[in-house]
């Protein structure tokens, strides 16, 4: 089986962070997992408002898992806009920042990959009309994303979740959903995946942080 596991840290390491960051980030980071996948201890805390690098994945083995596919469900609509905010004015809901990374199977970060984006509002209703919370973004050099949005709302038969397409350059596309730790309907969602869960850091402080790295088939 392929498998990756966490990266060493240093003692120097350690103690920045644990200067550097709030408490329950800086746990989170040193957990050492976001996404399924295994990450050096990079990452940056920043105040609210301002960007946040997630921490980098950094593969011991060559290959890791890649992400599972799920059903693209009723509501995709094609031809969403170029953005990576989905943030409105006067949109009612718990802000939400999602970020991470594309790696390719064979743990290469992924540049210029396509991630599309579409979820339910606040109330768990989609806009089937026009593209509110809808919206696609490419990955930076280093493979990394970016998405500002807002908490999906429930809908009857599922659980919280955030539809996603990711694609490489050239490359097969990967439907799939994130999901959010403990919500209380994922049990009872046959959909649901626990591998597809984000890592949530919510230390009070800031609008809620969510990591999740995709690994894309080679
Ligand atoms: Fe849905």
């Given at each position: 089986?392929?498998?990756?596991?966490?990266?060493?840290?240093?003692?120097?390491?350690?103690?920045?962070?644990?200067?550097?960051?709030?408490?329950?980030?800086?746990?989170?980071?040193?957990?050492?997992?976001?996404?399924?996948?295994?990450?050096?201890?990079?990452?940056?805390?920043?105040?609210?408002?301002?960007?946040?690098?997630?921490?980098?994945?950094?593969?011991?083995?060559?290959?890791?898992?890649?992400?599972?596919?799920?059903?693209?469900?009723?509501?995709?609509?094609?031809?969403?806009?170029?953005?990576?905010s989905l943030l409105e004015d006067g949109l009612p809901g718990t802000p939400l920042t999602?970020?991470?990374?594309?790696?390719?199977?064979?743990?290469?970060?992924?540049?210029?990959?396509?991630?599309?984006?579409?979820?339910?509002?606040?109330?768990?209703?989609?806009?089937?009309?026009?593209?509110?919370?809808?919206?696609?973004?490419?990955?930076?050099?280093?493979?990394?994303?970016?998405?500002?949005t807002i908490v999906p709302g429930l809908y009857p038969g599922r659980t919280r979740h955030?539809?996603?397409?990711?694609?490489?350059?050239?490359?097969?596309?990967?439907?799939?959903?994130?999901?959010?730790?403990?919500?209380?309907?994922?049990?009872?969602?046959?959909?649901?995946?626990?591998?597809?869960?984000?890592?949530?850091?919510?230390?009070?402080?800031?609008?809620?942080?969510?990591f999740f790295t995709f690994v894309l088939e080679e």
């Amino acid at each position: 089986m392929k498998t990756i596991s966490p990266s060493s840290i240093s003692r120097r390491e350690l103690s920045r962070l644990a200067l550097a960051l709030p408490a329950p980030l800086a746990l989170a980071l040193l957990a050492g997992r976001t996404g399924g996948i295994a990450f050096a201890q990079d990452g940056t805390a920043t105040p609210k408002g301002t960007p946040v690098m997630a921490p980098t994945p950094e593969c011991e083995d060559d290959d890791v898992d890649e992400t599972l596919a799920q059903t693209e469900g009723p509501y995709f609509s094609p031809n969403s806009p170029e953005r990576t905010s989905l943030l409105e004015d006067g949109l009612p809901g718990t802000p939400l920042t999602v970020t991470g990374y594309v790696y390719s199977s064979g743990c290469a970060p992924v540049e210029r990959a396509l991630i599309e984006f579409w979820q339910a509002d606040d109330a768990g209703v989609y806009d089937n009309e026009g593209f509110r919370l809808r919206g696609h973004q490419f990955t930076d050099e280093d493979g990394r994303y970016e998405l500002t949005t807002i908490v999906p709302g429930l809908y009857p038969g599922r659980t919280r979740h955030i539809h996603v397409k990711v694609q490489a350059p050239d490359g097969p596309e990967l439907t799939t959903q994130l999901y959010f730790p403990d919500a209380p309907a994922n049990d009872a969602d046959g959909i649901f995946d626990p591998s597809l869960v984000v890592d949530m850091v919510d230390d009070g402080t800031r609008d809620k942080l969510a990591f999740f790295t995709f690994v894309l088939e080679e």
